[in-house]
């Protein structure tokens, strides 16, 4: 037996496959290993940030963008500063997104260790999107790039990026990124399969392919059980 967890979102299906200590191949013992590293859960950990963040952009983002606000040489605030002016300028965003009849939506990493501070920001598209976001951002340039450019690895680089930061004592809630109450949060569908062991290489389902990149097969440094992970996208709309 094993587990399957499957994440339904717009465009593309996840699936997680795994043996645990109470699903697991018959009469197979877990490999052994020692007590794990603190840099294997470090790392176990920070893939896990990865695939929630990349499912959440996925999930919310179909036509989104990924943002960077900055500040001009001249007027670069401080951390607590900067909170207040991405606060004010959310607030602008989702009255004048709401005036042409678009719901605002958002998730938010700050960057400013050894270097000036910045925000990247994941946003919805809308009608004239570029020019009410210059409005109303006036201390610096906005900059825009395409999501479906790669959300993989835009996931990966916001969370090493918040790796260096999101444990200081000036981030009190402790938290790599922060997002809109409105997003749309993944959740699993979790079964358990009652078959001996999964296959190496993955099904597909009508009406979607298999990204074949993304198929991970592997022993957990953490858990000690083997694991296998894929991503199927939506035939009529591909998106990686």
């Known amino acids: 037996m094993y587990l399957k967890k499957t994440y339904y979102l717009q465009n593309c299906i996840e699936i997680e496959k795994c043996y645990t200590a109470r699903y697991n191949i018959k009469g ?15 790392k176990y950990n920070t893939k896990k940030s990865v695939d929630n963040l990349r499912r959440m952009i996925l999930n919310n983002f179909v036509d989104g963008w990924h943002m960077v606000l900055t500040y001009t040489k001249t007027a670069r605030p401080t951390i607590k500063e900067a909170e207040k002016l991405v606060k004010n300028f959310f607030r602008r965003m989702k009255y004048h997104l709401a005036k042409i009849g678009v ?11 050894n ?30 790039t395409p999501l479906d450019d790669d959300v993989q690895g ?6 090493k990026e918040t790796n260096k930061t999101f444990r200081n004592e000036d981030n009190v809630k ?46 957990s440094d953490v858990t000690g059980y083997a694991y296998q992970s894929y991503r199927l996208l939506k035939i009529q709309k591909m998106r990686i």
């Open 28 to 42: 197979e013992k877990r490999v052994k290993r020692e007590k794990p590293t603190t840099e294997a859960v470090k």
């Open 103 to 113: 719901e605002f939506k958002w998730i938010l990493v700050t960057e400013y260790e």
């Open 115 to 144: 270097k000036a501070i910045h925000h990247h920001v994941i946003i919805n598209d809308a009608p004239g999107l570029f020019e009410i976001v210059k409005k109303q951002w006036k201390y610096g340039r906005p900059n825009f």
């Open 154 to 159: 835009l996931a990966e680089y916001l969370v």
């Open 174 to 219: 402790k938290q790599r990124y922060t997002h809109s109450r409105n997003l749309i949060i993944p959740e699993p569908k979790i079964e358990v399969i009652f078959s001996n062991e999964f296959r190496k290489e993955p099904q597909t389902i009508k009406g979607y392919m298999l990204v074949t990149d993304s198929i991970l097969n592997g022993v």
